[in-house]
């Protein structure tokens, strides 16, 4: 029996623990915001949150997960939406959206490690898109950063 | 879940609570077993029907269902506005571009607009072939749906505006002829306002008018033309938009496919055992699939498949599968054996698709002739949504949920492989991961209705990356062998474009061979009636790939050619890329064009990209040492674009594109950010594909399974694209495929204007070879 959380409620799983993540969410934790989309780690559509760092839970077996913390894209915003996925909305990132809960939870991961990143920063990002929205995507980003710093200003004011 | 899906909900039935309550459901996740939608299972029965054909059920109905008003439109007395979208939405943003279409014709107020997706209806006509859309056409593809919907959508919401104020004119008992509208109001001359929330009901118990209402001027127009974000963002960013591969249906068998890997190869034999101890295997099945030479008119390839109870049960059940492969007639073919082979035909001589002067007495004399071979190469659709259906065939019914393009074709195949009457087929359209012209072929719908059939259960049939990326219908592989002559005083007197390539219609069903060369040479492109001598010649490469629409198909192959070529002209010939393409284009008229996209071709709308492109990268300065600017510009399905961009080529033979400018004319813009979107979009597609991507072949089997080999782009090589939209108002044009066809001749002419290397073969690779 493997248990771990996820979005904060506790789940266990006695399973074929070589099932990676994403299929435990997808098919058994009825959470099917978390995409597929290589297999591989490759493309990222599955990225999640283990212990608040970005991971591609498509190569991530179950059985390493005893005792995780795991977020999805559906426990991201706490209450309301999060500065990623409202500055999502403002630059119209998405086309398909197939693609896009991965690169909010890897947009995020990025500004928890770089609070205001660099074009560079940025750039380590590989998540695909196969319908081109990199363009709006760095925008978002840097609009999140702005977002973020605005609403930890905001708090230190209200403290 | 309204709650949840406050602006779409795709799987839910757009009229569900119009309907027969009684009929099968089908659930979206496992978590939401307490909410399963309610979904009719057909579209047809109970419900609205024109009041044309049956006025009295028209108004039954309506008075039962408060507020609806034709197929579209139903107005809440809250006031919130439910608009259906017809077509499927692959990204192209028609699930707000259409409604947008039919809010502003109805005076809708935008910001109380709810928008779900309608499920596929058709209709029975008297006429040949007996059945026809309802709601008029629901694919996805060729830039279509906004020109279909420019055509009836406005007059729906205009006949949606009319029934409202007919209803508030006998209300207040006054002639149509003082009211006016403003968002979501009728307004009467002496300033009394009714909402249409108020009006709705009563609206609803009128006949629909038949015949057309007045438009609105476009000088009126509040939403169409404006920017709007597309109607689904907090679904998308929150996780809970409902693509095909979150369709669930109770019971259902996940299924994987082990396909076969040689082109039209067969199962010699099979050991299912291993996998039959897989826990949560079921079942394993033979899944027949077409025989060499057939036409692939349902499935793409024999296999056999897996039944488990969740996908990673039938991924592994699938893994110990034993089977051996018998390869079929092309085990030979390679990458190498087709550029072999497009080399020895472009020898000899082709089908001449288009003749006019005499190209050889031109060519003969010409003072200076000039030519050049291109090779564009397979190329993959890999949406990022790798295919998937959920499929139930029933004694006398089947139920299709799934990513597709062709909802239509899905009911067809449905109906061939089973005989059920296509009235009892229900089909369903998610929002989907990503088109390409991947998803108009129905061949994974067909697995799982073949799937279904064959186990009598649900099938939720899962493709993985592999999957999809070794059994797709790919852009055709092709050699482009382009020969121009000039005269004395520099004008371009002959042209050739001789192409060999393996046409998209292989084994596609009801082809003619002598049409094989339709979909790759489309005759009327530039500089067709621009150059007196002209000669248009097509040769069949014989290959075991399938193949089929790849975004702007023919477009993507024969704009680099074309695009790349005038360059070499111009710089050949010492004239300046633009100038020699406005020359070329002439005075501003309209020519005839026969193919998708016309009837006619503007050479002054074309110039206007142009220029609009050159001006905005400050065309003829100079870029400095290293860099370069390179321009195309080309006419897709009815809409005009251009690229231009500075590239920066390093001494290591890397390449950076420092700027990239889209500008695109296609007619009135409807959304604004959408329109922008796909150019971005289509800019970025066709940098990556230019780029990086080749499908390989070895030994008649695809080579490339997954993103590690086929490098699609990512952030760190992806330039920002800058827009420019033209401000034209003429009637619109799609805008899913214009944004492509050009991006790839402006890198490749950038890349020579920085560093004298002409790229004739692509993909270009990472770096440029040494010139």
Redesign the interface.
């Known amino acids: 029996m493997i248990k771990f959380t996820v979005n904060g409620a506790e789940h266990q799983f006695d399973g074929d623990s070589t099932m990676p993540l994403l299929w435990y969410l997808r098919d058994h934790a009825g959470l099917t915001g978390t995409k597929f989309g290589c297999g591989i780690a490759q493309c990222g559509a599955c990225t999640v949150h283990v212990d608040g760092e970005a991971a591609r839970s498509c190569t991530l077996p179950v059985a390493g997960l005893e005792g995780k913390k795991i977020t999805t894209i559906e426990g991201l915003a706490e209450g309301r939406l999060h500065a990623v996925q409202q500055a999502w909305m403002e630059q119209d990132v998405p086309q398909c959206g197939y693609c896009q809960a991965g690169q909010i939870m890897a947009a995020v991961d990025l500004l928890k490690r770089h609070p205001d990143p660099s074009d560079e920063q940025i750039n380590t990002l590989t998540n695909l898109c196969r319908c081109g929205t990199y363009p709006r995507i760095r925008s978002a980003i840097k609009r999140a950063a702005a977002l973020a710093k605005s609403e930890s200003a905001g708090r230190e004011a209200d403290a | 879940m309204s709650k949840q899906s406050p602006n779409v909900s795709p799987l839910r039935d757009w009229q569900q609570d119009l309907h027969d309550r009684s009929v099968p459901t089908v659930s979206t996740?496992?978590?939401?077993r307490r909410s399963f939608l309610k979904a009719s299972l057909t579209a047809a029965g109970a419900l609205l029907i024109t009041a044309s054909l049956h006025p009295r059920r028209a108004r039954a109905e309506s008075s039962s269902s408060p507020g609806m008003l034709g197929f579209f439109v139903r107005i809440d007395t809250d006031g919130t506005t439910h608009i259906g979208a017809r077509s499927p939405?692959?990204?192209?943003?028609v699930n707000t571009s259409l409604p947008m279409i039919i809010a502003e014709e109805m005076d809708a107020d935008w910001a109380r607009v709810k928008v779900k997706q309608m499920p596929m209806a058709l209709k029975k006509i008297d006429e040949a072939p007996g059945i026809a859309w309802k709601y008029g056409p629901q694919g996805a593809g060729g830039s279509t749906s906004i020109p279909s919907a420019w055509s009836d959508l406005r007059q729906v919401g205009a006949k949606v505006r009319q029934l409202l104020l007919q209803a508030a004119a006998s209300q207040w008992e006054v002639p149509v002829s003082d009211l006016r509208t403003e968002a979501g109001v009728v307004i009467h001359a002496d300033g009394r306002r009714l909402s249409y929330a108020n009006l709705a009901a009563s609206a609803a118990t009128s006949a629909w008018p038949e015949a057309d209402v007045p438009l609105k001027d476009p000088k009126d127009f509040r939403i169409v033309g404006t920017?709007q974000?597309?109607v689904?963002?907090?679904e998308?960013?929150?996780?809970?938009?409902?693509?095909g591969?979150?369709a669930r249906m109770p019971g259902a068998l996940?299924a994987v496919v082990a396909r076969c890997p040689h082109f039209d190869g067969e199962i010699e034999s099979f050991d299912a055992s291993a996998a039959k101890q897989i826990?949560?295997v079921r079942e394993v099945l033979v899944l027949p699939g077409p025989k060499h030479g057939e036409p692939i008119s349902a499935n793409l390839a024999t296999g056999v498949a897996v039944l488990a109870d969740?996908?990673?049960?039938a991924?592994?059940g699938r893994r110990a599968l034993q089977i051996r492969w018998k390869p079929g007639p092309y085990a030979q073919e390679s990458s190498a054996s087709l550029d072999r082979q497009c080399a020895e035909l472009l020898k000899g001589e082709g089908i001449r698709c288009r003749e006019d002067g005499d190209f050889d007495a031109a060519r003969e004399a010409a003072a200076r002739t000039v030519e050049a071979v291109y090779r564009v190469p397979y190329v993959s659709h890999?949406?990022?949504?790798?295919q998937n259906a959920c499929v139930h065939v029933e004694a006398d019914r089947v139920r299709i949920v799934a990513p597709m393009q062709s909802p239509s074709g899905a009911s067809r195949v449905a109906h061939q492989l089973t005989g059920i009457d296509r009235f009892k087929i229900d089909v369903r359209m998610t929002?989907?991961?990503?088109?390409?012209g991947r998803r108009l072929s129905n061949d994974f719908v067909a697995e799982a209705v073949l799937l279904s059939k064959l186990s009598g259960k649900p099938i939720r049939l899962?493709w993985?990356?592999?999957d999809d990326m070794r059994h797709d219908f790919y852009r055709p592989f092709g050699h482009h062998h382009l020969i121009a002559s000039v005269d004395e005083q520099g004008a371009v007197s002959s042209w050739a474009h001789r192409l060999a390539s393996a046409s998209k219609y292989y084994r596609r069903p009801n082809v003619k061979p002598e049409d094989m060369w339709n979909p790759e040479i489309y005759p009327d492109d530039f500089p067709a009636q621009l150059v007196s001598n002209l000669r248009l010649e097509w040769f069949a490469v014989d290959s075991g790939m399938t193949r089929g629409s790849w975004r702007a198909p023919a477009h993507t192959a024969n704009a680099f050619a074309v695009q790349s070529f005038i360059d070499e002209l111009a710089v050949a010939t010492k004239r300046d890329p633009v100038a020699l393409r406005l020359a070329m284009l002439g005075e501003p008229r309209e020519l005839e064009y026969g193919g998708h996209g016309g009837p006619v071709f503007d050479t002054g709308r074309l110039a206007g990209v142009l220029r609009r492109a050159a001006d905005k990268i400050g065309w003829g300065r100079d870029p400095g040492k290293g860099r370069g600017l390179g321009i195309a510009a080309h006419f897709t399905f009815g809409g005009y674009a251009a690229h231009a961009m500075e590239v920066a080529v390093a001494d290591d033979g890397s390449y950076r594109i420092e700027r990239c400018v889209c500008a695109v004319d296609v007619g009135r813009p409807i959304n604004r950010?959408g329109l922008e979107?796909?150019m971005?979009?289509?800019?970025?597609?066709g940098i990556?594909t230019a780029r990086n991507l080749e499908i390989h072949i070895r030994d008649g089997q695809v080579v490339e399974g997954?993103?590690?080999r086929y490098r699609?782009?990512?952030?760190?090589d992806?330039?920002?694209?800058e827009v420019e939209i033209i401000d034209s108002e003429a009637d619109p044009a799609g805008a899913g495929e214009m944004g492509i066809p050009t991006a790839a001749p402006a890198l490749t002419n950038a890349i020579f204007a920085a560093s004298g290397v002409r790229v004739r073969s692509l993909p270009i690779g990472p770096k440029i070879a040494a010139g």
Do not use: Y
């Not at chain 2, 998308?236 to 693509?243: C, D, K, M, P, S």
């Not at chain 2, 969740?310 to 049960?313: E, G, K, T, V």
């Open positions: 996740t496992h978590a939401d939405e692959i990204g192209q943003g920017a974000p597309q689904a963002l907090r998308i960013v929150t996780g809970r938009a409902e693509f591969i979150d996940v826990p949560g969740d996908s990673w049960a991924i592994k890999c949406p990022m949504e790798p929002r989907v991961g990503g088109g390409f899962l993985t990356r592999e950010s979107a796909q971005i979009g289509g800019t970025i597609d990556s997954n993103f590690d699609l782009l990512r952030m760190a992806a330039p920002d694209v």
